[in-house]
């Protein structure tokens, strides 16, 4: 493998494995506080336990998303340094203002909640959770708007002198069009994600007869947010779609295998393609009429053009060499992004049909399903995040820099597999250390509920259905 394919792959696993972790922390932290605020209004010490207890789960995620993603950070200056001395001046202002502005409200706000409880009053300590709420969604705003340059660059001029990118406004930066739909659609689904994990641990209690009153209350509250985030989730998507046809439009033709433009062109359900990483064409495809036409240009006969004219373009505009992403990626990526997220949706609205019929607590196929349910925000996550950044292949920054330009030219090959080795055995080790943490502590429970003069009330554990 060359260096540029040993170096992707390098990214590919420490950005994969910190995206796990980045939406839990984010989606955790607005429901988290939520919670706080409902006991806040209510007194009934059963949320302030929620809160407690799901707090624990969101510190861990917080804790192992900085640790992964700190790595990332580094692997610009070892692995990429072409692109850091050709972008850097453009890419490196809005982390720059993540790391020192957004991410610090995120991490003291946070420890303030930590340590302020029972030491702050009630409506200050509420309040830290929910400015270490707006400090993770800053964060992602911020970070979101650095990818979103690499997909459309604005707001930069090259410099004649030294042929680099420069930065000529970052408010265009931050207002780029595609950051606009970037970022709902990534908040959304980190609450779509949160609301997943908290129910699958509200149904494991719930099967299990324990503490079944909080959480029936629990349960109830992320079938809410779940259905209203995922709805949502999709919609946007479906606008972050369009949007992408008109920026990338490599990206969405690669999407749906379509070799040649069409008008109108139909949604390929399963295609079937020779085992190469560009095959020239489709050996089998089926596909429903006018539908993409529908989906990237709300007209029932629009155009959607195809790999082969794509390429012949990119070739007279930016000149010889293969402008296509690998097919077989961009496609399957996006067709398990859609599928898991359309199942997340329609899981949700049998979880709201049976709460109207009062039955959610008691339904035991809903209950048993929402374990392995929990996997679904995680699989939509990691291949859309895939297909996002290998859709734009063979470009780092889109129309600008080519990835073969932006690997540091110093580095070899044993380098980088080393660094592979180590990256995956510790991130293995630690995944492995998260995963029993949060089993340690769901198997726990929440803390004992606290009387007025602070004593430990018992909790119920005889309630039946």
């Avoid at 640790?67 to 720059?96: D, H, K």
């Avoid at 393609?273 to 560009?278: G, V």
């Avoid at 993409?292 to 240009?297: Q, Y």
């Avoid at 496609?331 to 609205?349: E, H, P, S």
């Amino acid at each position: 493998m060359s260096i540029v394919e040993l170096s992707r792959w390098q990214f590919a696993i420490t950005t994969v494995y910190h995206f796990l972790f980045v939406p839990v922390s984010i989606g955790m932290a607005g429901i988290v506080a939520g919670f706080q605020t409902a006991w806040y209004r209510t007194r009934n010490p059963q949320w302030m336990r929620l809160t407690r207890f799901f707090g624990k789960i969101m510190l861990l995620s917080f804790a192992v998303g900085v640790v992964t993603g700190i790595v990332q950070e580094f692997q610009f200056g070892m692995n990429w340094a072409g692109y850091s001395r050709y972008v850097g001046s453009v890419f490196g202002a809005p982390l720059a203002v993540e790391a020192l502005a957004a991410f610090f409200i995120e991490s003291t706000f946070l420890g303030i909640w930590i340590f302020g409880y029972k030491r702050l009053s009630e409506g200050w300590h509420l309040a830290t959770i929910w400015l270490a709420a707006v400090g993770s969604a800053m964060s992602a705003y911020f970070i979101l708007a650095a990818n979103s340059w690499m997909q459309h660059p604005v707001g930069y001029a090259i410099n004649p002198t030294t042929g680099r990118a420069e930065m000529t406004s970052f408010w265009k930066m931050l207002t780029n069009s595609t950051v606009f739909f970037a970022f709902p659609h990534t908040v959304l689904g980190a609450f779509a994600t949160a609301a997943f994990i908290i129910l699958g641990i509200s149904a494991w209690y719930l099967i299990r007869h324990r503490e079944i009153e909080m959480f029936k209350r629990s349960a109830k509250a992320m079938v809410a947010v779940a259905v209203l985030a995922t709805f949502a989730t999709l919609i946007v998507g479906h606008f972050n779609g369009q949007l992408m046809t008109r920026q990338e439009p490599m990206k969405m033709a690669a999407a749906e295998a379509l070799y040649d433009t069409s008008q109108p062109a139909g949604f390929s359900l399963i295609a079937v393609a020779p085992f190469e990483q560009h095959p020239p064409r489709t050996s089998f495809d089926i596909t429903i009429p006018h539908t993409l036409s529908l989906l990237a240009t709300n007209s029932w006969n629009g155009k959607v053009q195809g790999i082969n004219q794509l390429q012949a373009a990119a070739v007279a505009k930016y000149g010889p060499g293969n402008y296509e992403p690998i097919i077989g990626v961009t496609y399957w990526t996006f067709r398990l992004m859609v599928g898991a997220g359309t199942l997340m949706v329609l899981f949700m609205l049998w979880g709201v049909w049976l709460w109207w019929r009062g039955r959610l607590e008691r339904a035991k196929w809903f209950l048993k399903l929402a374990l392995p349910a929990m996997a679904l925000p995680f699989i939509a996550n990691a291949t859309g995040w895939i297909f996002t950044e290998m859709g734009r292949q063979p470009w780092v920054v889109y129309g600008l820099l080519l990835t073969q330009n932006a690997v540091s030219p110093s580095i070899t090959a044993f380098d980088v597999w080393v660094s592979i080795v180590i990256f995956t055995v510790l991130y293995g080790v630690l995944g492995a250390i998260a995963v029993w943490l949060t089993v340690r502590i769901v198997k726990t429970g929440p803390p004992p509920e606290v009387d007025e003069a602070g004593q430990t009330v018992e909790p119920n554990l005889h309630v039946a259905y």
